[in-house]
């Protein structure tokens, strides 16, 4: 599970940020919490903010740290690393980025992160934590790697890394055993978009289709999201059509394609069931193409559907920006309560999601703690974010669980909203 992570000098972000997952000591709602190695910790945040507040930079920070990490063995040793520091301060592009994750794994929880600049990674560490004490695994800055005697998978692989490169993925490239599970963590770990969500179609439906268990729940979350159709089955489409549903800006070089290579390749796709009324009282169902028939709600709700089940049965955690895309309030709610309840939410499976929806600001639906909100500083718009439940009113009182959100948001009380002017 993820405990916390933290960015600085990112796109918005300028200095430090933390987002954390645990919870707080408040009251409400104690049945979201899931203990796991001796943290408390959240099934779902929502965040929310201000177009261009940086809730998606957020969202995009956590996805870099993802990718960087595990892109780093293949990098070429003069290959220059992606970055994308604060640019209103002019000494912050000249500054390296900052990313620290801490989450459990099994029976350990890990803290590691990095410093780096385009040609350089510039410090790495790992630690392990244990009844809130740390101990150092590895640490890497401009006098070499350091490796403890507790990480002896690490040892004596310190000059085989070039400076541009990870030690954590070099090691776990040579089958350091710890190395390997916290690589895995990583490549477990889903970040998308909600606008976006034709990334997870193919994957999707392959989940829905793969005749287990997983399919069966996968198709039952579906029919618990009253879409609108009595079936779904899987299709098969040319390269040519499979192309112009998938793919924009193709349309010219389809013409190329000769029908024999059309005919040949196929694609998966979907078909919803609908039924059909007779006359006499019976009916039959009919079959069309989810792509030319669905609207845009119901063919995100499917694409998305086998990654949240698959999240949610490995215990997983998927990060969504725009969430609430495309979607009905209603069917946002689901969603996040299918992860708050511990009964379809047994692996402590995490969502952390970004959106605009007001309706979901409810003391019904979130603790205090699980909403959190991104703002722009005025003055440098840099990006700060803090949760609800450390917002205090003016006379130094935190906000009370049964403040009506959603209207105190709206009216400004809690910030991130946009200054509207005229």
Excluded at 40 to 59: D, E, F, Q, R, T
Excluded at 285 to 301: H, L, P, R
Aim: without cysteine; neutral net charge; glycine residues 6%.
């Amino acid at each position: 599970m993820l405990v916390s992570f933290t960015v600085g000098n990112f796109r918005s972000f300028k200095e430090n940020k933390t987002f954390s997952m645990k919870a707080t000591s408040i009251q409400e709602l104690k049945e979201f919490i899931r203990e796991d190695n001796n943290f408390k910790l959240l099934p779902s945040i929502a965040i929310y903010g201000a177009n261009s507040s940086g809730k998606s930079n957020l969202l995009s920070a956590i996805g870099m740290m993802k990718k960087i990490l595990l892109s780093s063995v293949k990098t070429n040793p003069t290959e220059e690393l992606k970055t994308d520091p604060f640019k209103l301060d002019e000494l912050y592009p000249q500054k390296p980025t900052f990313f620290e994750v801490v989450f459990t794994s099994s029976d350990d929880t890990y803290k590691y992160g990095f410093e780096y600049s385009p040609r350089k990674i510039n410090r790495e560490w790992l630690y392990t934590i244990k009844n809130d004490k740390e101990k150092r695994l590895f640490i890497r800055n401009n006098d070499g790697i350091g490796v403890s005697k507790d990480f002896p998978e690490g040892k004596d692989k310190e000059e085989s890394t070039a400076d541009n490169r990870l030690f954590l993925s070099l090691v776990a490239q040579l089958n350091g055993k710890t190395s390997k599970s916290i690589m895995g963590w990583f490549e477990d770990l889903r970040v998308t978009s909600g606008v976006k969500d034709d990334d997870f179609k193919t994957f999707s439906i392959k989940y829905l289709f793969a005749a287990n268990e997983k399919s069966e729940k996968a198709k039952s979350f579906l029919n618990g999201m009253d879409l609108g159709f009595s079936n779904i089955r899987e299709s098969e489409t040319g390269l040519k059509k499979y192309a112009r549903d998938n793919i924009t800006g193709l349309e010219a070089l389809l013409n190329f394609i000769p029908d024999e290579l059309n005919n040949a390749l196929k694609f998966p796709t979907l078909e919803t069931g609908h039924i059909v009324r007779k006359k006499d009282g019976s009916s039959s169902e009919a079959f069309f193409s989810n792509d030319e028939m669905e609207s845009e709600g119901t063919k995100k709700i499917i694409n998305m559907s086998g990654p949240i089940i698959d999240t949610l049965e490995k215990g997983g955690i998927i990060v969504i920006d725009e969430f609430d895309a495309k979607l009905h309030p209603l069917l946002t709610k689901k969603i996040i309560e299918l992860f708050n309840s511990p009964e379809t939410n047994a692996n402590k499976a995490q969502l952390i999601f970004a959106t605009h929806d007001t309706n979901l600001l409810s003391n019904k639906i979130f603790r205090r703690d699980q909403i959190w909100f991104a703002e722009k500083n005025r003055e440098d718009e840099s990006t700060d974010i803090y949760p609800l439940s450390e917002i205090k009113e003016q006379n130094g009182e935190k906000i009370r669980y049964d403040r009506v959100y959603e209207k105190d948001y709206i009216n400004g009380r809690y910030g991130a909203i946009p200054y509207l002017r005229g």
